[in-house]
């Protein structure tokens, strides 16, 4: 090898390798993610540390796979509303026995996170059976109203933040641009194939 080549080892870009937080080794692509209870921050785990943890309690609660659509989700205009919402895209964090949600929005800067007293949640958890089944701070409703669609999904936490990384990674301008329309249906898409199609 000359001199040369030997510089461009040095100078090239190398790749990040994800690790386990636990033990340290090389991540595949699509790992699981545990939960620190205590700081409300997700970890990337490989499989074998992950399936230690449940998804129920303890310090470190493995995030569920579960994505499940409901074809329907019964929220009128003004219990959305009161939910505080001002953007058309937002999923909601169960909290605890009557402890109410924790609303999070994706931004261009970031997640915006508000908090869902009990008396305005527990009307929209009335209406709407299966979030009853909704694993607390693991799982989240996500509710996409935008133009005519509505798309709601039960899903993984993970994959709320997720979302929030590629809109501010997509947005451009005011409006986000159609790259992040195009982002947006890829994204819904995938839920809906790893849904099944409906619940």
Not at 15 to 36: I, M, N, T, W, Y
Not at 54 to 71: D, I, M, N
Not at 117 to 128: I, M, R
Request: charged share 25%; aromatic share 8%; hydrophobic share 40%.
């Amino acid at each position: 090898m000359n001199a040369i080549a030997r510089l461009r080892g040095f100078v090239a870009p190398r790749k990040e390798v994800e690790s386990c937080f636990l033990c340290g080794s090389a991540l595949d692509a699509v790992h699981p993610h545990l939960l620190d209870s205590s700081s409300g921050k997700l970890h990337c785990a490989c499989r074998g540390c992950g399936s230690v943890f449940p998804h129920t309690s303890g310090k470190f609660r493995r995030v569920p796979e579960r994505v499940a659509r409901l074809a329907e989700l019964r929220v009128t205009d003004e219990q959305w509303a009161a939910l505080g919402i001002p953007v058309g895209i937002a999923f909601f964090r169960k909290l605890g026995k009557n402890d109410g949600a924790l609303a999070i929005y994706p931004s261009p800067l970031g997640a915006v996170e508000s908090l869902v007293a009990p008396e305005t949640w527990e009307p929209v958890l009335g209406a709407n059976e299966a979030l009853r089944s909704m694993e607390p701070d693991v799982e989240a409703l996500l509710v996409g109203r935008l133009n005519a669609r509505r798309e709601c999904f039960i899903v993984p936490i993970d994959e709320c933040y997720r979302l929030v990384g590629i809109l501010r990674r997509e947005w451009r301008g005011f409006t986000g641009g159609d790259e992040v329309q195009a982002a947006l249906d890829r994204f819904f898409g995938e839920l809906l194939s790893r849904s099944g199609g409906g619940a």
